[in-house]
């Protein structure tokens, strides 16, 4: 079963439009965290934020804006005032901790790629 | 001061063959991991390792041997290369027990076997 779901696999704005990208996600784990990752044309991957699952604080970095909430197990991720540096693959992803060794495991979704076009 | 990197950034090599790439990360972090990212884009773990210990090791093919000859590097081994192999491979390094835990990726390397 996915654990992570990024139901919109394609999304195109237009420039200055606000967009949202929606993550859902499944774990039986009480302490987890939760993650979104970029991913540009150019192909590296860059971390964008991390959230706890204690913290559902939603939060707030320049045009970037993430709602966290547990009782939908989502976490949704909205650009806003959108420019063409933002067309990209968006990533977000689960970590739980494996029991049997104490590592913890990151799921992916399988990635939401946003054209903003100008 | 790049974080966490990868050579080569680009692999072309004919089936059967041998293959390695390296990953080293000036992080100080004590996990290191491979992910594979394939033509859908979609990433999935294949090892981790904690100060040179295998603790993750998905259903990879045995072809794929890690090597970790300390905590700041893990390489990764291919035997005879398949033309399913073909995909962008990435390296990612974390402090592991750490409160606050995340993965930080290297540039990846593209891998084309033809």
């Known amino acids: 079963a996915q654990k992570v779901t990024q139901a919109q696999t394609e999304i195109s704005v237009v420039e200055k439009e606000d967009v949202t990208l929606d993550c859902v996600y499944e774990?039986?784990?009480?302490?987890?965290?939760l993650f979104w990752y970029k991913q540009p044309p150019s192909g590296e991957l860059v971390f964008l934020i991390r959230?706890?699952?204690?913290?559902?604080q939603n939060e707030i970095s320049g045009r970037y804006s993430w709602n966290f909430q547990k009782s939908t197990s989502s976490f949704n991720f909205t650009i806003t005032a959108s420019q063409v540096v933002d067309s990209a693959v968006y990533f977000c992803?689960?970590?739980?901790?494996?029991?049997?060794?104490?590592?913890?495991?990151?799921?992916f979704g399988t990635g939401t790629r946003l054209t903003v076009i100008p | 001061d790049t974080a966490v990197s990868q050579t080569p950034k680009y692999l072309v090599t004919q089936m059967g063959n041998d293959k390695s790439i390296k990953c080293e990360q000036n992080?100080?972090?004590?996990?290191m991991y491979w992910y594979k990212q394939d033509s859908k884009k979609f990433l999935k773990i294949m090892f981790s390792?904690?100060?040179?210990?295998?603790?993750i090791n998905e259903t990879v093919p045995n072809r794929f041997s890690p090597k970790s000859p300390d905590k700041a590097h893990l390489n990764l081994h291919i035997n005879s290369l398949e033309l399913g192999d073909s995909a962008v491979y990435f390296c990612?390094?974390?402090?592991?027990?750490?409160?606050?835990?995340?993965?930080?990726f290297g540039p990846g390397t593209r891998l084309l076997v033809l």
């Open positions: 990612a390094s974390s402090q592991e027990n750490a409160l606050v835990e995340t993965q930080y």
């Open positions: 774990t039986r784990d009480t302490t987890y965290y």
């Open positions: 959230r706890n699952s204690f913290d559902e």
């Open positions: 992803a689960l970590s739980e901790r494996l029991q049997e060794t104490g590592a913890n495991n990151l799921f």
């Open positions: 992080l100080g972090h004590d996990t």
């Open positions: 390792y904690n100060n040179k210990e295998l603790i």
